[in-house]
């Protein structure tokens, strides 16, 4: 059986393998579950981003890069819920309000 370098053999003895649990120690299909997992939420992640960029194309000052700073000013939020519900915001009255008064809305 192949052992990653910081697992130990438990393969002989099965039920030591649950002993482990939360210990730290990995099997080598545990942590080719882990990346898998790991690049499925990269993915989405990827999907997500790309599905906020072309949903926000063409909207004065919003520009989607990122999860953090490109929704700091509220106006991606905004331009999101007015693409898909253009009757619940006047987008082009949020342009130079701060951010606080962007939230009020």
């Known amino acids: 059986a192949n052992v990653h370098k910081n697992s130990i053999a438990v393969a002989a003895v099965p039920s030591a393998k649950k002993g482990l649990v939360g210990t730290g120690v990995t099997s080598d299909a545990e942590e080719a579950e882990e990346e898998t997992e790991e690049q499925n939420v990269r993915g989405a992640m990827k999907a997500l ?42 987008f082009e009255s949020l342009w130079g309000k701060s951010p606080f008064d962007i939230l009020d809305n």
């Open 49 to 90: 981003l790309h599905w906020c960029q072309k949903n926000t194309a063409g909207y004065r000052g919003v520009e989607v890069n990122n999860f953090t700073t490109s929704w700091i000013d509220g106006l991606a939020f905004n331009a999101l819920i007015h693409k898909h519900r253009p009757d619940l915001i006047d």
